[in-house]
């Protein structure tokens, strides 16, 4: 399943899949508003940990009770939007993209000076000036992560800082008997982060603004800078530097597959820090995603907690209730140690939160805290870089087709086109 903010990628524990009835808030007899809030089930997110988050965050609102509406997988914006096509839109929905609903008027902003007070990027997700999903957590997409004995046995003494010395180190591994590269490629957000890595680094490396260029038509996906970074991808493939049969691996597998050693190295969301298996902590490092020059390049996504419906029937409590449970530690701590999640709150350290991380997390926490140069992850944007309509999803494919095709070029042409159709009437 896709990766979203707030939580887990990894399989959704699946729930109702009926579309549910009466999501709208409404006032009972009891005079209390009835708020509906859709949430979502993972093996990290489990029923036990809303019902204790729920109760905590109401607890400071005495005014509501929330109705709970649980997604049937965690592809939320995908519900969220059939919900909202029966009428049936939640008053509070927790890690949906923003950008989907905001031209639509379905969100209500937070308050400012409450995102200021309580967070390190403040303007992190923002979407023309204001802010829909507190800027609570962050996740770098992707890191590469390595076995370091398989990289021992290579003979590779340091980790590969540009892209010259990252094919050279695959063709290495491949000499010593072993699979450069784990990918989960039936899954199309994993095939895509190589795609992802190269485009960030070598293109919003050196123009940091390029997706506000894209959508002010002033640069184009077939342009060849961009598809010089995508023939990277290309290059990974006719060198042989994935498993076999890559396009047929989930997910799931690809996971299963890096722990038990079967690949050197692992480009993946910061979020597969929560998988890394306690006996391996010592034994798997970290780099980010090579750049052409050697350039160290962050491709960054500032993610977030609850969004508060403009339809919401009482607007001074579900922002209280979703103010509340946004701040709580005790909610972040399931995330930074089962999702790898990087925490964003002001005036707090990792102990605060009172977890137990591996030397990996901590060498990749400190790409967060340092000052670097720090760009969109594209594909997984919250904020003004997000791409337009379902975008994502054919970049998604694009990395996909790169395995059956060499015209890299019409790849990226086709994703002009897309853009031009996402973005027709806006």
């Not at 489990?46 to 965050?57: L, V």
């Not at 530097?241 to 996971?255: H, K, R, T, W």
Request: charged residues 15%; aromatic residues 10%; negative net charge.
């Amino acid at each position: 399943m896709r990766k979203r903010f707030f939580v887990a990628v990894a399989t959704a524990t699946t729930t109702a899949a009926a579309l549910l009835a009466g999501c709208s808030g409404s006032t009972s007899s009891g005079g209390k508003t009835t708020l509906s809030y859709m949430t979502f089930d993972t093996p990290d997110l489990t029923p036990s940990f809303w019902q204790t988050s729920i109760a905590a965050a109401q607890a400071t609102v005495p005014g509501i009770s929330i109705k709970q509406v649980v997604a049937p997988s965690t592809d939320r914006d995908s519900y969220a939007k059939q919900l909202e096509a029966s009428g049936q839109f939640p008053d509070l929905l927790e890690s949906i993209t923003p950008s989907l609903y905001t031209s639509a008027g379905l969100l209500t902003s937070y308050p400012q000076s409450w995102i200021d007070a309580n967070f390190l990027l403040p303007q992190g997700n923002s979407i023309k000036g204001k802010v829909y999903i507190p800027p609570t957590n962050s996740q770098i997409i992707p890191m590469v992560f390595y076995n370091k004995a398989m990289f021992a046995q290579a003979g590779i003494t340091s980790t590969p800082s540009t892209w010259a010395e990252f094919v050279a180190d695959c063709a290495k591994i491949k000499g010593a008997g072993m699979t450069p590269i784990e990918l989960g490629g039936n899954d199309p957000f994993a095939a895509a982060m190589p795609l992802t890595g190269a485009i960030s680094a070598n293109v919003l490396g050196k123009d940091p603004q390029w997706l506000q260029q894209r959508y002010a038509n002033s640069v184009k996906f077939a342009d060849a800078d961009v598809v010089s970074a995508a023939q990277e991808m290309r290059t990974l493939v006719t060198g042989d530097d994935f498993e076999q049969g890559a396009l047929n691996v989930s997910y799931a597998q690809s996971i299963t597959n890096f722990n038990a050693g079967k690949a050197a190295m692992y480009p993946m969301g910061s979020w597969y820090l929560g998988s890394v298996p306690k006996n391996e902590w010592n034994n798997i490092g970290v780099f980010l995603w090579p750049s052409d020059d050697g350039s160290q390049v962050v491709p960054f996504s500032v993610g977030g907690s609850m969004a508060v419906s403009a339809h919401a029937p009482d607007q001074a409590d579900a922002f209280k209730f979703a103010e509340a449970w946004s701040l709580n530690p005790s909610n972040l701590k399931t995330l930074i140690e089962g999702d790898g999640a990087f925490p964003m709150l002001k005036n707090k350290s990792l102990a605060d939160f009172n977890v137990t991380v591996s030397p990996v997390y901590t060498n990749s926490y400190s790409y967060v805290t340092g000052s670097n140069n720090k760009v969109s992850s594209i594909g997984w944007a919250t904020n003004d870089d997000a791409m337009p309509g379902a975008l994502n999803n054919d970049f998604y494919a694009a990395a996909q087709a790169l395995f059956n095709t060499s015209d890299v070029q019409g790849q990226m042409s086709k994703l002009d086109q897309d853009w031009t159709s996402a973005t027709q009437g806006q």
